[in-house]
């Protein structure tokens, strides 16, 4: 696949010749349980960019493998940058490549909810300030048609879903025999529903705190929902379905539909 950080720059001004799209993955470094790696959400938008640029040839820049994770701090290896910094430099690396030509950015989100605020900050600055177009494509709203059928529970954390997918793309890394599920209803919260699929009142998302997550380690590891019931066939279903509608968009986009 086309990697930014792969090509020489006469590759890209030839790209730009032709096209102006180019693909943002940004994830995470953060804890997953003691079956899932800590780079579980970064590897997600990263294989989510590689397979849709192999059927479309658009580019993908470096992958931005931090995030939001204040809570996930609870547990080692967790790196968590304050939105304050991070908005600023999704806006920079969009203004950067604005300037060589590209106008349509798409940012792969694999770090779900927690990363969305400041992704938006950055996106409306951009859009407003810089003349580009920016879209977030988010697996967790963008599998709202599948993950039922699947067999999902609500979105949890290194649960049946991520852990699935991850079996697919990096089965290496992931060790099932430390995954422990949470208890139905165990970590619910009376009108506190995160998961885009719900129907019911929700309030508006906030980061856990670290007591809670502390917590949630006694118990589980780290992890919510149940990681147990993941399989690499239903990752194989959940990441085909993503990439269709991740190249869907970059058609979309780059017809001026999107």
Known sequence: MPWLHEMRWPDVKEYLEERNVILLP??????????GPLGTDSFVAIRLAEDASNETEAISAPPLFFGWSPHHLALPGTISIEPTVLAPLLFQIVKSLSVHGFKNFIVINGHRITNLPWIQIAAEKAQSELDVRVVIFDPAYMSKEIASELGFGPIGHAEEAEISQMLYIQPELVKMHEAVDSPEHAHARSLYHID?????DTLCYVPSTLS????????????TGKPTEASADLGQRLHE?????????IKEMEEGTG
């Not at 940004?26 to 079956?35: A, D, L, P």
């Not at 379905?241 to 968009?249: A, D, F, I, Y």
């Open 26 to 35: 940004v994830g995470s470094t953060e804890q997953h349980g003691k079956h």
């Open 196 to 200: 885009p699929r719900s129907t019911q």
């Open 212 to 223: 809670t997550m502390k917590r949630l380690a006694r118990e589980t590891g780290g992890s």
């Open 241 to 249: 379905h993503l990439v269709k509608r991740l190249v869907e968009v």
